[in-house]
């Protein structure tokens, strides 16, 4: 068997042009990445609070604010609590200023937390650590990094010289993640040409070019088309695959995390009030199944209300709200008293939940 010294993780090895070969054991730096890209996020009872300056309107207001300011205090964050095991791709959901965006820059270090701990691997966020940074990554739909009138090289040339690439591992990887976003030909255009599309794939390059572990993620398709959208889910699940990122997802577009994620943590005012499977999401806010049903002839809409919250009704076809509790009895009765030619039972749409979840919460604020 062969022997490592103590501060060596395992025997390192490396891709380029595609040939996988041992180039020894790792060790330093190189040792706490690998550790970091091993290990897991963990985030106890995590609390971000803000002073947001009072200002009335006026001059009056204004004088009294320059000379006498007065604050309240915004609880963006409150007690979060969640673990994420290595490979794992969880979303992240909930309204807008529920805390999603503060929670990511806490996890990252851009900010540093009011209460509680953050660790991502074995390294504290906030201490901004070489190590950690070379191993984690921001993407935020509505920020960009790379140079506008640049090509997009250029700027990955600079990405690339920041993590200290090769220019053989330069070249390998910016190949390699070419081929994964089918950006071919693109590259040594100036960003400005690019289209929304590209330009983000282009944007997830630069942020994936040192090839970290540890994906963040904040609305990643916002403001894509459709296939756009779908050429951004299938290249994070190819790269989840490929190396066993770690992905933590905030996204408004459901079909992000009905994509990707099996698992979801749901924020609403800063609190997480849940954590657990799509399923589980469903089991739990949504005690009810909607049925479809398809009629031989045209019925009204007080009728099909007997049987449930009619949801929709388009000419022949209904579409009903039921209680669990009550569903087998409801199928029955629509089967007995009505001519079906057709009749369906499903879970209503995930982002139709969530958004019952924050209109209720809403409602009793």
Known sequence: MRHYPPNCCMPAREDVDGKVKAIGPITGLNCSIYRLAMTTIEVNQLSKRYPVAVKESGLGGTLRHFFRRQYRLVEAVQ??????????????????????????????????????????????????????????????????????????????????????????????????????LALQGKLTQPVRKLSLGERMKAEMMAALLHRPRVLFLDEPTLGLDVNAQVAVREFLRDYNRRYEATILLTSHYMADITALCRRVLLIYQGRLIYDGSLEGLLDRFAPYREVTVDLATGCDAATLSRYGELESLDGCTARLIVHRDTLTQTVSQLLGDLDVQDLTVSDPPVEEVIGRVFAAGSAER
């Open 79 to 180: 007690a979060v609590s969640f673990h994420i095991e290595p490979g794992e791709v969880v979303g992240f959901l909930g309204p807008n200023g529920a805390g999603k965006t503060t929670t990511l820059k806490m996890l990252t270090g851009l900010i540093h937390p009011s209460e509680g701990t953050v660790r991502v691997g074995d390294q504290v966020p906030f201490q901004r650590r070489a190590e950690f940074l070379q191993d984690i990554t921001l993407v935020m739909g509505q920020k960009q990094q790379l140079l506008w009138d640049l090509p997009a090289l250029d700027s990955l040339r600079i990405n690339g010289a920041i993590y200290g690439l090769s220019d053989k591992e330069f070249h390998y990887r910016v190949d390699e993640l070419t081929e994964m």
